[in-house]
Each structure stands twice: as structure tokens, then as C-alpha cells.
């Protein structure tokens, strides 16, 4: 883990609040017993209502038997099966019946010694019903686990990508998604230019070393969330059909047909699952990776402080930080639309060998990063960019190379966006 889990910790100036990282752990378990109910009481129900009955209404085979005796609402019948006799307690009435007058009759419904249809379990000729019908009142059941699926799965999901974000830039967020049109245009009217980014994205969560903290793009809590996406439903789907299976199993008929047809699927969904735990596991020990800014935007030229913290249990070979400037062109060809990428300017601003961060207290560095006289400013037209950033990437022992982007906005010719 990268830290522990704190009830209580410091957060801007003199003000304590409650942790976050603790804070969205009870979260993501209140919402993870309710996917697991969820996933509990669906397979409960399909394996032993839906199932069955779905099997006896398009699976069992139609024959014709004779009612031994009849008690309360259940009868003796004797059928016959590739010529062999076949004895079985069945119900009298179908699942779907609800107090007709044929129900009301009971067991007169099928007289001792008469011959009546019935149906029988290919799978297991010793049973058979006299009656088929489907439960209204079971699809009702269904809404229950269905209901704990989509309240925990989406609450997870929502956990998931939450992680690693303030509660200034998620409420900065929903503001700006409530007046998205509104601040776009009030974006515009303050840019001198109008192919230059606004920089408010980036100054509107504030740091506590320096003046702004910079938003990360393509944080890991996306990638995550995409896995537990695939994740869920995939093993979830799999997971009915392999109880099914195991019952066969269990009942001494395995339906090998299905057990080979299961395989490669149960194979897909382990691998989804380790993929998602190795995924996990690796966004919790490297730990977020902060940067901050003292000026923003920047201009060619020009110099600011930066102050790096990179929190984790971890030993690493190295750890650095880049100023890059990519240049992106979208284009047609034919019927495709094609996007180029091309780095322009990389210049090394920090890099540190063999550093170990210790538990509880993150690596923390400040240096000075300058941009280069006459370089291109940030652009954004319809078909082109320019986009600057600080990257930070590095080598854990025993893990694979990370890297993290950290976007800013360079303006030309000295002439900054109004922060009004």
C-alpha cells in the first residue's frame, strides 16, 4: 500500500478533515457488499427458479403416464422411457397457476389410474411434472439482485474513478458540467488569443507548496475503471452459466457440452481478473504522483518553480521529470481519419537515481523549469495542436515504467490569460 489509512488528515493550511483515502475505502466497501448481494441473489434465483423452469417449459421431453395415487398436491406417476418404466412424485399444478378453478380442485384435477401428458428431464428420466407454466411473480424477484447490481457496480465504478482527485477539482467539475456552454464562452471572450487553451482547467485547484496544482491527464483511476467495467459483467454472465455446470457436476449428469464450451470464457474472465488486480495493485503501491506550479500560463522565454511529490512504497532506479511540447495533426484519408503525433522539444527539468520512498513520507523535490525562448506557444484549432506538458515517468524495482502527464498552457509573446 502506498500509505496507511488515516481517520484524520491536514489538508490545506490550518484546516483538518477527514481522510480521503480512508473515506473512500468504506465507500468502495459499502458499495462492494451491495454488488456482492447482488451477485449472490441473482445466481441464487437463476440456478434454482429460473433455470429449472426455463428447462422443464423447452428442455423436458413430452410422454404419456398413469397416476398411481395422489396426495395433498402431488401425485405418483408411472411413464415410460426408451421403453423402461419410470416411478416419480410430481406436482399436480404448474408453477403459473394462481388460484383457478382447476387449481382449486387439487389433486381431482388428475384422477388415480387415468392417463395424462407429462414431461420428463432428458438429463435425468426419474424426473417429470404433469404441469408447465412459467412464475409471473419470479421476473418480479429479479429486480431485487439486478437492483444491488447496478446501485454497487456503479458506485464502485463512480469509487474507482474518484480516487486521486480533490473535492476542489470534482466541484470544479460538476460546476463546469452544469454551465458547460456559459463557460466555454466566457473562456473565449477572456483569451487575446483564440486558438490559445484558457488556462482555468489548470489553475482551478490551488496547491500547497506552490500557487497551482496541475491536473493529471489520463489518470491510472480511468484505466482501472475501465477493467472493473469489462470485469463485472463478463465474470458475472460466466459465473451463471458455470453454476448451471457445476450442478450437473453435483448431481452426478455433467453436461460436458457445456463444461468444454465454458472453458475458454472461464479462461478470458481469470485473466480479466488478474489483469484488474495487477492493475490495482500497481496505481496503490506507486501512489499518486503530485505536481505543482508557481505560474500559469507560462510564456517562451519565461521560468517557474515546480515542486514534485511522489508518495508509494517503493524502491526505484530512477525517477525523472520532462518539459515536452507534442504536436498533433488530424487528417482524412480516404474514408479514415488519421492522427500524428510529433515531440518537438523534450528537455529533462529533474531526474534522480537509485531513491527509495518510505512508507509515510513521499519523495519531495522543488527545482526550476524554463521554457525555451521562441518556442511555439499552445494551439488548438480544429485540426491541429501544440500542446506542452510535465511528464513524469520513472523505473520501479520489480514493476513496469510509469509515466504521468501533467498539461500546461504556454501563451505567446508574453501576453498571460486573464485568471478573472
Not at 82 to 107: C, I, V
Not at 133 to 158: K, N, R
Not at 238 to 256: K, M, Y
Amino acid at each position: 500500500m502506498a500509505r496507511s489509512f488515516r481517520l484524520y488528515e491536514k489538508k490545506r493550511g490550518n484546516r483538518w478533515t477527514g481522510s480521503k483515502r480512508f473515506g473512500s475505502l468504506g465507500e468502495g466497501l459499502f458499495f462492494a457488499v451491495f454488488f456482492l448481494l447482488g451477485c449472490v441473489g441473482l445466481v441464487f434465483i437463476l440456478a434454482t427458479q429460473v433455470i429449472p423452469e426455463w428447462r422443464v417449459n423447452h428442455a423436458f421431453v413430452e410422454s404419456q403416464c398413469t397416476v398411481l395415487q395422489t396426495r395433498g398436491g402431488e401425485a405418483q406417476i408411472e411413464y415410460s422411457v426408451s421403453g423402461k418404466p419410470h416411478l416419480a412424485w410430481t406436482r399436480t399444478a404448474s408453477a403459473s397457476d394462481s388460484g383457478g378453478p382447476d387449481q382449486q380442485e387439487g389433486p381431482g384435477r388428475f384422477a388415480e389410474g387415468g392417463r395424462y401428458p407429462c414431461w420428463y428431464d432428458p438429463v435425468d428420466p426419474d424426473v417429470a411434472v404433469l404441469a408447465r407454466g412459467y412464475t409471473w411473480w419470479l421476473w418480479l424477484t429479479l429486480s431485487v439482485p439486478i437492483s444491488f447490481l447496478l446501485i454497487g457496480g456503479g458506485g464502485l465504478i463512480y469509487t474507482v474513478l474518484s480516487l486521486g482527485k480533490s473535492a476542489e477539482r470534482r466541484a470544479a467539475r460538476v460546476t463546469r458540467s452544469a454551465s458547460r456552454d456559459l463557460s466555454e464562452k466566457t473562456a473565449t471572450t477572456r483569451s487575446p488569443f483564440p486558438h490559445v487553451p484558457p488556462a482555468d482547467q489548470i489553475t482551478d485547484s490551488p496547491g500547497t507548496e506552490l500557487a497551482y496544482r496541475l491536473p493529471m491527464a489520463g489518470s491510472p483511476a480511468w484505466t482501472l475503471g475501465l477493467w472493473l467495467a469489462a470485469c463485472l459483467p463478463w465474470n458475472g454472465l460466466v459465473s451463471l452459466f458455470a453454476v448451471v455446470a457445476v450442478n450437473s457436476v453435483w448431481e452426478g449428469h455433467p453436461d460436458w457440452i457445456m463444461i468444454l464450451f465454458l472453458i475458454p470464457f472461464l479462461a478470458i474472465g481469470i485473466g480479466l481478473i488478474v489483469v484488474f488486480v495487477r492493475q490495482l495493485v500497481l496505481a496503490t503501491a506507486i501512489g499518486p504522483t503530485l505536481l505543482e506550479i508557481s505560474d500559469q500560463p507560462l510564456y517562451p522565454g519565461g521560468k517557474c518553480d515546480v515542486y514534485l511529490s511522489q508518495t508509494g512504497l517503493l524502491r526505484m532506479n530512477w525517477l525523472e521529470v520532462l518539459l515536452v511540447c507534442d504536436e498533433e495533426a488530424t487528417y482524412r484519408h480516404g474514408t479514415n481519419t488519421r492522427t500524428e503525433s510529433h515531440r518537438v522539444f523534450q528537455q529533462s527539468v529533474f531526474r534522480r537515481d537509485q531513491l527509495e520512498v518510505q512508507h509515510g513520507m513521499p519523495l519531495a523535490a522543488r527545482f526550476a523549469a524554463e521554457v525555451p525562448c521562441g518556442a511555439m506557444h499552445s494551439f488548438k484549432a480544429e485540426h491541429n495542436e501544440v500542446n506542452w506538458k510535465f511528464i513524469v515517468r520513472g523505473e520501479v524495482a520489480g514493476w513496469p515504467n510509469f509515466e504521468r502527464s501533467f498539461p500546461v498552457i504556454v501563451c505567446p509573446n508574453g501576453h498571460g490569460i486573464s485568471k478573472s
